[in-house]
């Protein structure tokens, strides 16, 4: 009995230390989790030392982490600017200038992907063409760069990996991970080639055209999937633009497009080019709107400008909120200036100075071109005649394997970018045989001077100001709207855009909407539009400018830019709003932020009055049709009607167009696909809506619409439930936010845990406002990009402006900053945004004092 009594209280004893230990391993585990995460914090109160200041810089941030940095000098402020960079977010950093540099596989290892992208980038040469812009850039720019440079290093000296970012230490579990490199003020420069490739316009309509071609063999048809802006029902920016570009005239040769080898050269350049990260975004999505009233239509008596940039979903957000403030204005440190800024780089993109508020939309423009080439040995013909490729070798190190060499070729257009991942097709030419290979012309990889015109911006005061700083500001093409405390509103057009021949002869258009062949020089681009002819206007006479991605000037005026322009659904309707508001009274904040969250869904104005008129029988099946007959067509996110519709119009463009083209040009639901609509919608008996899964039927605009209504009925009631007044649109279509590197299905879920903030439930869509866009050919509703910021001025108080961005300040996922505003983005709501001295000492929540 004692040894049975003794055996029993040793087990006790043994299980009591057994739990304790293990108690004690949990903590233990959840103390080093803890110190993993917060060890990257910075500190943001109290007093720090700073080598190289000239003088204290005070960083003030408020409740949200926002910093605001004053300086006596320029110098002081941009290297305040880095230091504070480089606390919050410089992972984010360090992964921008790993892929602009086409160095990921150097951060993240072996790995498919990032090769892939590597080989890319270097093709492209985005840090070769960076290098030669530092050369360009004006004194002060440089000095702003360096200064900028001088405080990221600051801040890294004397760190380890991880206490600058988590994601070292994630990444030090797979390989070896270094100190991160000093940043170097060409690192800054670099990033504006991905600002520039994100933003490049229409080169995936080109290519898709292409490749339509190859199943569609007609230019009719293929150019039908391509409508003409709708000028009369969407009003182009500058509606009552005059006068016109005439491109000069030139004979030249076919392109040969139906081919084997053309087809080819093309899918693989496409593969190519899809190998690179898209940092602010890609497709449909990617846009933005602005407007501006002028103070003859405010309650103000002063303008309000509004800007809401549609880009990628990413965490951190792409946009990092700064002021920057000189203690005393003068010529040597002019700037008091407040607004969104990249990480990587000094000065601010988007927002407002004390004298002048600007807003930045994508304009479109056409800087692309894909060349055919005939290519033999070394050599590229050209007008029959061989000129020599230009080749250089890149070798591409990876973290943990052995180093990748490739070679790079490029002829008198740009890379050759079909035999980047391709080379075995390269390796089958026969000697001396012509291989079809595909080079890229860019505006973006001439060496220029966008650098100066954002810090130009910074300080502009008048209209004067941002034409001079258009002129430099070369890619990406972007539309300027501008607003000034002194009561005028503007639009102006930059950009490096081509000037193309146009060329009698040819089959397929001349005008940049087609790939051309590069062994005729009749094709090659003719210089440059000057930036005196670029569109502009000053105080137009309607009292408001929107500029929404629609085309700029009507058709025939003006030099020709593209015509690939976003349909102007959204454009049209933010003027109908602000019409209807100044119908019966005056524009204030609070209705720019409305309109901004608008959710009227264009396509349903296109569809809904036939889809309701179609008789689909009572019962199970018209449950759903029966939501749109009371719809007020805004795609809230607690809309059943909502939700129910996207089912609908997602297999309507699958049994329309989409069925008829290859899968990587299928429609998305865009505003294309819109206007594609809208043009046959009211035709029962057009082509397009023969479904060719059908080949011994042909259905009608009937038909094909009301298998649309069952089938998304069926799919909601399996994905959903029976009940269709419990859906919502908001269940399905969800914004959630991904680590670039760490947030992806490859990594443990506890880290993407870690990473990835939680998905909210928002309205909005494509070709709507509230520009949530989610690709409709994918089969999936989540959202691919997003307002990814959203902003009001309010040019008769600077500080009653209202900003949001879409997760928050820091890129630590420790910090209560990283994702902070996401429930009020994703809710519709907005931040004060205060800008004066006074206002913003008020707002201060830290205050942090730099010492040299």
Not at 215 to 237: G, K, R, W
Not at 269 to 278: F, K, S, T
Not at 830 to 846: G, I, K, M, N, R
């Amino acid at each position: 009995m004692t040894q049975g009594k003794g055996a029993r209280t040793a087990l006790r004893r043994t299980i009591v230390v057994v739990a304790c230990v293990l108690v004690l391993v949990v903590v233990g585990l959840a103390g080093a989790a803890w110190w993993v995460v917060r060890a990257p914090l910075p500190t943001v109160d109290g007093d720090l030392r700073v080598a190289g200041l000239d003088g204290q810089v005070a960083v003030t941030r408020d409740a949200r982490g926002v910093p605001t940095v004053v300086a006596g000098t320029a110098h002081d402020l941009f290297m305040a600017q880095g230091y504070v960079a480089a606390q919050d977010r410089f992972f984010e950093m360090d992964y921008r200038r790993h892929v602009t540099a086409g160095r990921l596989s150097e951060l993240v290892g072996a790995d498919a992907k990032a090769l892939a992208a590597d080989k890319v980038v270097r093709t492209l040469g985005w840090r070769r063409v960076a290098e030669q812009e530092w050369e360009l850039a004006a004194p002060a720019t440089r000095g702003a760069l360096q200064a900028y440079a001088d405080g990221v290093n600051a801040y890294l000296e004397g760190r380890s990996p991880a206490r600058i970012a988590v994601e070292y230490t994630v990444l030090g579990l797979k390989v070896d991970v270094a100190a991160p490199e000093r940043w170097d003020p060409v690192d800054s420069l670099a990033w504006l080639k991905a600002m520039a490739w994100d933003l490049r316009s229409n080169y995936d309509d080109e290519l898709t055209r292409a490749r339509a071609y190859s199943t569609l063999a007609d230019v009719a048809s293929v150019d039908a999937l391509f409508p003409a802006y709708p000028q009369d029902l969407n009003a182009p920016i500058l509606a009552g633009a005059t006068g016109s570009q005439e491109p000069p005239s030139a004979s030249g040769a076919d392109l040969g497009l139906t081919s084997e080898a053309a087809q080819g050269a093309l899918t693989s350049a496409q593969a190519a080019l899809d190998a690179v990260p898209h940092l602010l975004g890609e497709g449909q999505g990617i846009g933005s709107n602005s407007w501006v009233v002028s103070g003859a239509y405010t309650t103000s008596g002063l303008p309000l400008l509004a800007n809401d940039p549609h880009l990628s979903v990413s965490a951190p957000g792409i946009w990092m909120q700064v002021g920057l403030r000189c203690a005393a204005l003068g010529p040597d440190c002019p700037y008091d200036v407040s607004g969104f800024s990249f990480a990587g780089f000094p000065g601010v993109i988007i927002g407002h100075n004390g004298e002048l508020a600007w807003a930045l939309t994508n304009l479109g423009a056409d800087v692309t071109d894909f060349f055919l080439e005939k290519v033999t040995g070394g050599a590229a013909l050209v007008d029959g005649a061989r000129v020599a490729l230009t080749s250089r070798t890149e070798t591409i190190k990876v973290a943990g394997g052995d180093p990748v060499t490739i070679t790079v070729r490029s002829t008198r257009h740009g890379p050759i970018v079909s035999d980047v991942l391709n080379l075995d097709a390269v390796a089958r030419v026969p000697a001396g045989g012509v291989a079809t290979q595909v080079a890229l012309a860019w505006t973006a990889l001439t060496p220029n001077r966008s650098a100066d015109a954002v810090l130009a911006l910074d300080t502009a005061r008048d209209a004067a100001d941002v034409q001079a700083a258009a002129a430099l500001f070369a890619a990406p093409a972007q539309n300027i709207l501008f607003a000034t405390t002194d009561g005028h509103i503007g639009y102006q057009a930059p950009g490096l855009v081509p000037v193309r021949a146009r060329v009698v002869g040819s089959s397929l258009p001349s005008d940049g909407s087609w790939p051309r062949p590069g062994w005729d020089s009749a094709y090659d681009w003719q210089g440059y539009v000057e930036p005196d002819r670029l569109p502009r206007t000053l105080d137009p006479p309607q009292g408001y400018i929107v500029a929404a991605n629609q085309a700029v000037t009507p058709a025939g005026t003006g030099p020709f830019l593209t015509n690939d322009w976003d349909y102007g659904f959204r454009a049209q309707r933010i003027r109908a709003l602000l019409v209807a508001r100044l119908a019966t009274g005056k524009v204030d904040v609070a209705d720019m932020q409305t309109i901004a969250t608008d959710a009227r869904s264009a396509a349903a104005d296109v569809l809904v009055p036939q889809l309701i008129g179609l008789d689909i029988g009572t019962g199970f099946d018209a449950d759903g049709q029966a939501l749109l007959r009371t719809w007020d067509r805004q795609m809230d996110a607690d809309s059943p009607a909502a939700v129910y519709f996207a089912a609908v119009l997602q297999d309507v463009l699958a049994q329309t167009f989409s069925d008829n083209l290859p899968t990587e040009a299928a429609l998305d639901g865009d505003s294309r696909s819109v206007e594609l609509l809208r043009e046959v919608v009211d035709d029962p008996s057009s082509t397009w809506w023969d479904d060719s899964s059908t080949p011994r039927v042909v259905e009608g605009r009937d038909e094909i619409l009301t298998r649309a209504l069952v089938s998304a009925r069926l799919e909601l009631t399996a994905r959903l439930g029976k009940d269709p007044s419990t859906w919502a649109w908001g269940t399905v279509h969800t914004i959630a936010p991904e680590h670039p590197v760490l947030g992806g299905d490859a990594v443990p879920a506890l880290v993407r845990s870690l990473m990835n903030p939680d998905p909210r439930p928002v309205g909005g869509g494509s070709a709507v406002v509230d520009a949530t866009a989610w690709d409709a050919s994918s089969g999936s509703f989540d959202v691919v990009s997003a307002p990814s910021m959203r902003m009001v001025v309010d040019l008769s108080d600077l500080d009653s402006s209202t900003w949001v961005t879409l997760t928050g300040s820091s890129g630590h996922p420790g910090s209560t900053h990283y994702a902070d505003q996401l429930t009020a983005w994703s809710t519709g709501l907005s931040y004060p945004w205060p800008f004066t001295a006074a206002a913003v000492e008020a707002d201060a929540a830290d205050r942090l004092t730099l010492t040299p």
